[in-house]
């Protein structure tokens, strides 16, 4: 196609909203409202997600092993631990350092582990990460089996329970903004296809005329496109000044410290792109279907 006939379809798709201004107000405006809903659902659905992430993460195995090995023994079994597919890394913890960081988390009380220094009744032990958490209970039952280990401890029970809810917390929301998106798509589209509907008689008369389908079709594509993008820039603009000032306030208030929020970049243009994306879609789409009805004529 060439520039001044596109040129020249983007002025009649720009002068059909003129012309039609309160029709180009209901789309514009059911498009934002819809879009605006989504949005926030999908920002509060995306930190969601980054939370669970982040408590799945903190789940590791603690490998205590037995006081009578020596020091290449321990450095052997921190070689086959780091070894297992699925691990990540390994930290040795010695018993001298095990009892300094609990006494660190007991703060005030850590008075009453004084003298335990002579006869510390902790293990060493190997802290390991692994790449997926779901796979923490095969890892486990690995290390189990390796000599000189005399206790594996992940948290076995809890971390299943943990598992299902975070699977759950995730299924729920990817079915939620599913359906929130379609619906977005049936309501939005639906009003678009309004706007084109009351253009029937236009389109007869263009048939009338000899123009082709593709020339009566252009001008309404780009509209629709228009109308799409035009509806998005207002969701886009309110849930991230919106989402700006969350974070804000998260972080300055100690109280809420332990929302760790995904950061305004890059959720910022993933949120932008994405609303952007929908509204153009399916204002094109919703437009291309209408006309398509009246093509047939």
């Known amino acids: 196609m060439r520039s001044i006939t596109l040129k020249r379809h983007f002025r ?12 180009t107000f209901s789309a514009i405006s059911a498009v ?36 009578d090995i020596d020091d290449e023994r321990l450095a052997d079994i921190g070689l086959l631990l780091n070894s297992f597919t ?18 660190e988390r007991m703060g005030d009380q850590s008075y009453l582990l004084e003298g335990l220094e002579q006869e510390n009744p902790l293990y060493n032990m190997y802290i390991v990460n692994v790449i997926n958490p779901q796979d923490v ?32 917390i995730r299924n729920i929301g990817i079915v939620f903004i599913i359906g929130l998106a379609f619906t977005a798509m049936y309501l939005i589209s639906n009003t ?4 084109i509907t009351t253009r029937s008689k236009e389109i007869e008369l263009q048939k009338l005329v000899g123009a082709t389908n593709g020339y ?3 001008p309404f594509f780009i509209e629709g496109l228009l109308l799409g993008v035009l509806g998005a820039i207002i969701p886009i603009i309110l849930v991230l000044v919106g989402y700006f000032f969350l974070l804000q306030k998260v972080s300055g208030d100690l ?13 910022s243009l993933q949120v932008g792109l994405i609303l952007l994306g929908i509204g153009a879609f399916i204002g094109m789409w919703g437009s291309l279907i209408s006309v398509h009805r009246f093509l047939k004529i």
């Open 86 to 103: 699925g691990v990540e890394g390994i930290t040795f913890v010695s018993k001298e350092e095990g009892l300094e960081q609990l006494k």
């Open 192 to 195: 678009i296809k309004l706007t």
């Open 12 to 23: 009649d798709g720009i002068r059909n909203m003129a012309r039609n201004g309160s029709m």
């Open 255 to 267: 109280s809420l410290a332990f929302l760790n929020l995904l950061p305004f970049y890059p959720i």
């Open 137 to 168: 209970q095969v890892i486990a039952e690995k290390i189990k089996g390796v000599g000189d280990v005399i206790d594996v401890d992940y948290g076995e029970g809890y971390v299943e329970k943990l598992f299902a809810i975070t699977t759950w």
């Open 216 to 218: 009566i079709r252009w």
């Open 32 to 67: 934002t409202v819809t879009l605006l809903i989504l949005g926030v659902v999908l920002t509060l659905a995306m930190n969601i997600n980054h939370l669970v992430n982040e408590i799945e993460e903190q789940v590791e195995i603690i490998v205590e092993l037995a006081d």
